[in-house]
């Protein structure tokens, strides 16, 4: 009877079973055959389109699996399907990237790594039981210690991944200590339970706040909000370039996808919401304004520290602290509308970073440096790839017509719709500030030029086929962006939300 | 006679208690390193005898199985193979002093304070249960099948990474060649 419901529930789970089959798959290869790094490469491609297809079926499907452990509903899919497209493209990055040249013989272990991250991911996205949420969360980001830290011959990748662990084991720590008070107070684990009882019995205020705050330290740490971020900067820089993109957009979003449905599953009356047609908050304290002051500090921090970097992938990384400063706008405001334009602004982001990511990682190829000085000159020298930077950035930026400003149209409409008129305020205010550091690449790029004598870039056709399947869809999605709202507004269906 | 027995239960606890804390200290302000590494056996001993008190006879067994057997060995183990530790002073600066207790103070007594103060929900208990591992047992299969199963992908990632971050590289000189 039990065998029979586990195994017929297996069906819903199959992508994640071809995950940690190509897992297992990779290491074995990596330990018995002569393969190395196209052979390893082209596994984790197979195996992530073959979980691509396997989620499609899933599409539309409500359902709780295993107990209550996860949930299978639009919005898993979404974030399965998002994790999947960022683990396909990291995948392609890592076969142009000069500095994983070097750990050639290991590739084995770096493949299996990604593909255990995005299996944390999957899990983190579904979790509706904090038993569950917790070890997903804890795949997801040994998995990114240890990838931080790949290039180990490098000594600030290998700082990068101790800070990271040092920070990440704290942040758990924390987290786990919230979990354990509100277990101690609602007497369950699961989401749905834990907001029963929250909605019926009284709960005095200040355990709950503290719950809150410890709480809000580990999604904090995962999303890099202020002032949970101090770790970002250094593992961003130090980490192989192809980790900093996979760690700034699918890591972000599934810290973004578990923060969302935690507070839309617990923190919500269920009851007076459906009669009133909006969520309605349930908790005696106001998380919402909590969220808000975090967002207005992620994006101003964010965007003030960037001003005066010179390295271009800790300036990105600011840059990304301040993104999702500007995604848990959409979450403060925690309308329909609001979680929607989360959604529409990750589909955005997912594209424009990546793109920034992968220019500053050619260039780091040809020229061994990320220092915004070699970029002096680069309109002349291979205007393609300078055309491409600056796309992106101006989407950053968040400037028509491109993507960028849709994704934060959406955002600061969700808010004004939510009547935060103020933060929607201080994100247009911020998004003007984050103007003056992107502008300050692009003037690099053509206004000013190279001092000393630098080798044209020549790009590969990989790479100019990367570049282009990034570019199109930063200015396609700017003009024609119905399709991606249109997704992201069937994506908000969340199991147990009325 | 039945009050007398409980106060024994009751002294019995105390002297766990005290145990587990006193050499959790020990561990903690110990400067060398073979010190804190056996004062930490008896932290896990205290550990496994509260879990008796709790009705965890499973939990107490595994606690004393696990760390006292096998993870405590592998420290003393690691600690005694890199024969150079035992007699090095390990580097315990504290930086920050005054901040840092007024921070531990503050959060150590919002802990305090709320775990004192606040009603704990209490789950019923049924008292005719007299093992608990064959419970645990069947919950590992039905209800926590995905954590359980989710956990050991948890363990292998984790092995995996220390073996890749430990592993001395054979190629080292062509690399530094290449480069």
């Given at each position: 009877?039990?065998?029979?419901?586990?195994?017929?529930?297996?069906?819903?789970?199959?992508?994640?079973?071809?995950?940690?089959?190509?897992?297992?798959?990779?290491?074995?290869?990596?330990?018995?055959?002569?393969?190395?790094?196209?052979?390893?490469?082209?596994?984790?491609?197979?195996?992530?389109?073959?979980?691509?297809?396997?989620?499609?079926?899933?599409?539309?499907?409500?359902?709780?699996?295993?107990?209550?452990?996860?949930?299978?509903?639009?919005?898993?899919?979404?974030?399965?399907?998002?994790?999947?497209?960022?683990?396909?493209?990291?995948?392609?990055?890592?076969?142009?990237?000069?500095?994983?040249?070097?750990?050639?013989?290991?590739?084995?272990?770096?493949?299996?790594?990604?593909?255990?991250?995005?299996?944390?991911?999957?899990?983190?996205?579904?979790?509706?039981?904090l038993l569950?949420m917790v070890?997903?969360?804890?795949?997801?980001?040994?998995?990114?210690?240890?990838?931080?830290?790949?290039?180990?011959?490098?000594?600030?990748?290998?700082?990068?991944?101790?800070?990271?662990?040092?920070?990440?084991?704290?942040?758990s720590g924390l987290l786990l200590y919230g979990i354990s008070i509100l277990y101690g107070l609602t007497g369950s684990l699961?989401?749905?339970?834990i907001?029963?009882?929250?909605?019926?019995?009284?709960?005095?205020?200040?355990p709950l706040?503290l719950v809150?705050?410890l709480l809000?330290?580990g999604?904090?740490?995962?999303?890099?909000?202020?002032?949970?971020?101090?770790?970002?900067?250094?593992?961003?820089?130090?980490?192989?370039?192809?980790?900093?993109?996979?760690?700034?957009?699918?890591?972000?979003?599934?810290?973004?996808?578990?923060?969302?449905?935690?507070?839309?599953?617990?923190?919500?009356?269920?009851?007076?919401?459906?009669?009133?047609?909006?969520?309605?908050?349930?908790?005696?304290?106001?998380?919402?304004?909590?969220?808000?002051?975090?967002?207005?500090?992620?994006?101003?921090?964010?965007?003030?520290?960037?001003?005066?970097?010179?390295?271009?992938?800790?300036?990105?990384?600011?840059?990304?602290?301040?993104?999702?400063?500007?995604?848990?706008?959409?979450?403060?405001?925690?309308?329909?509308?609001?979680?929607?334009?989360?959604?529409?602004?990750?589909?955005?982001?997912?594209?424009?970073?990546?793109?920034?990511?992968?220019?500053?990682?050619?260039?780091?190829?040809?020229?061994?440096?990320?220092?915004?000085?070699?970029?002096?000159?680069?309109?002349?020298?291979?205007?393609?790839?300078?055309?491409?930077?600056?796309?992106?950035?101006?989407?950053?930026?968040?400037?028509?017509?491109?993507?960028?400003?849709?994704?934060?149209?959406?955002?600061?409409?969700?808010?004004?719709?939510?009547?935060?008129?103020?933060?929607?305020?201080?994100?247009?205010?911020?998004?003007?500030?984050?103007?003056?550091?992107?502008?300050?690449?692009?003037?690099?790029?053509?206004?000013?030029?190279?001092?000393?004598?630098?080798?044209?870039?020549?790009?590969?056709?990989?790479?100019?086929?990367?570049?282009?399947?990034?570019?199109?869809?930063?200015?396609?999605?700017?003009?024609?962006?119905?399709?991606?709202?249109?997704?992201?507004?069937?994506?908000?269906?969340?199991?147990?939300?009325? | 006679?039945?009050?007398?027995?409980?106060?024994?239960?009751?002294?019995?606890?105390?002297?766990?208690?005290?145990?587990?804390?006193?050499?959790?200290?020990?561990?903690?302000?110990?400067?060398?390193?073979?010190?804190?590494?056996?004062?930490?056996?008896?932290?896990?001993?205290?550990?496994?005898?509260?879990?008796?008190?709790?009705?965890?006879?499973?939990?107490?067994?595994?606690?004393?199985?696990?760390?006292?057997?096998?993870?405590?060995?592998?420290?003393?183990?690691?600690?005694?193979?890199?024969?150079?530790?035992?007699?090095?002073?390990?580097?315990?600066?504290?930086?920050?002093?005054?901040?840092?207790?007024?921070?531990?103070?503050?959060?150590?007594?919002?802990l305090?304070?709320i775990a004192?103060?606040n009603?704990w929900m209490?789950?019923?208990?049924?008292?005719?249960?007299?093992?608990?591992?064959?419970?645990?047992?069947?919950?590992?299969?039905?209800?926590?099948?995905?954590?359980?199963?989710?956990?050991?992908?948890?363990?292998?990632?984790?092995?995996?990474?220390?073996?890749?971050?430990?592993?001395?590289?054979?190629?080292?000189?062509?690399?530094?060649?290449?480069?």
């Open positions: 009877m039990v065998t029979e419901t586990i195994l017929q529930q297996l069906v819903l789970f199959v992508p994640e079973l071809i995950l940690t089959g190509t897992f297992c798959l990779i290491l074995l290869t990596g330990a018995f055959t002569k393969l190395r790094d196209y052979g390893t490469s082209t596994l984790t491609l197979i195996g992530s389109i073959a979980a691509f297809i396997s989620v499609l079926p899933t599409i539309g499907v409500q359902k709780s699996l295993f107990a209550g452990m996860i949930a299978i509903d639009s919005f898993a899919v979404f974030f399965k399907l998002f994790s999947l497209v960022c683990l396909i493209g990291i995948t392609l990055f890592s076969l142009h990237a000069g500095e994983l040249k070097l750990v050639r013989t290991r590739s084995a272990e770096y493949y299996a790594l990604l593909v255990a991250m995005t299996l944390g991911m999957f899990l983190m996205a579904s979790a509706t039981h569950m070890l997903a969360m804890e795949l997801t980001s040994l998995s990114a210690y240890v990838l931080a830290g790949y290039t180990k011959e490098a000594a600030d990748s290998s700082e990068a991944s101790l800070k990271y662990i040092l920070y990440g084991a704290v942040a699961h989401y749905t339970t907001n029963h009882v929250l909605a019926v019995e009284p709960l005095s205020r200040v706040a809150f705050v809000l330290v999604f904090g740490f995962k999303i890099s909000a202020v002032p949970f971020h101090s770790w970002t900067p250094d593992v961003y820089e130090g980490a192989p370039i192809t980790i900093t993109t996979f760690l700034s957009v699918a890591s972000k979003a599934a810290g973004f996808a578990m923060l969302i449905r935690f507070f839309k599953l617990v923190c919500v009356n269920p009851v007076a919401s459906v009669e009133a047609g909006y969520s309605i908050p349930l908790l005696p304290i106001d998380w919402q304004l909590l969220l808000a002051v975090l967002a207005v500090l992620t994006m101003t921090v964010g965007n003030l520290v960037a001003l005066w970097q010179e390295n271009l992938k800790r300036l990105l990384a600011y840059s990304s602290i301040a993104h999702a400063g500007y995604m848990l706008i959409g979450v403060v405001s925690f309308t329909d509308k609001g979680i929607a334009s989360v959604l529409v602004y990750l589909v955005v982001y997912l594209f424009m970073n990546m793109g920034a990511f992968l220019v500053v990682m050619v260039v780091a190829n040809k020229t061994g440096s990320e220092d915004i000085r070699t970029y002096r000159g680069l309109g002349s020298r291979s205007p393609f790839l300078a055309i491409a930077m600056t796309v992106f950035l101006i989407s950053l930026t968040g400037i028509p017509p491109t993507a960028g400003f849709i994704g934060k149209l959406y955002l600061f409409a969700a808010a004004l719709d939510a009547q935060w008129y103020w933060l929607a305020f201080l994100g247009v205010l911020n998004s003007v500030l984050a103007l003056y550091y992107y502008v300050r690449i692009i003037r690099n790029m053509f206004l000013r030029e190279s001092e000393s004598a630098v080798p044209n870039i020549s790009l590969t056709s990989g790479e100019v086929l990367l570049l282009g399947a990034l570019l199109v869809p930063t200015l396609v999605f700017g003009i024609f962006f119905s399709p991606i709202v249109e997704i992201a507004q069937k994506s908000i269906v969340m199991l147990g939300v009325p | 006679m039945m009050r007398e027995s409980i106060d024994v239960y009751t002294v019995l606890f105390y002297f766990f208690v005290s145990i587990t804390l006193v050499s959790a200290c020990v561990v903690v302000f110990s400067r060398h390193i073979v010190r804190s590494a056996f004062a930490l056996l008896f932290t896990f001993f205290g550990v496994a005898a509260l879990y008796v008190y709790l009705f965890a006879d499973f939990l107490a067994i595994t606690q004393l199985l696990v760390y006292v057997g096998g993870i405590l060995v592998l420290i003393l183990f690691g600690v005694m193979l890199t024969n150079k530790q035992i007699n090095v002073d390990i580097k315990t600066g504290t930086l920050h002093i005054v901040p840092a207790i007024i921070l531990a103070a503050a959060i150590g007594g919002t305090v304070g004192w103060s009603p209490v789950l019923p208990t049924s008292s005719s249960v007299k093992t608990t591992a064959p419970q645990i047992g069947e919950l590992l299969l039905t209800t926590y099948l995905l954590p359980f199963e989710v956990a050991s992908m948890v363990l292998m990632v984790a092995l995996v990474g220390a073996v890749v971050i430990a592993r001395r590289e054979k190629n080292k000189k062509e690399t530094t060649r290449d480069s």
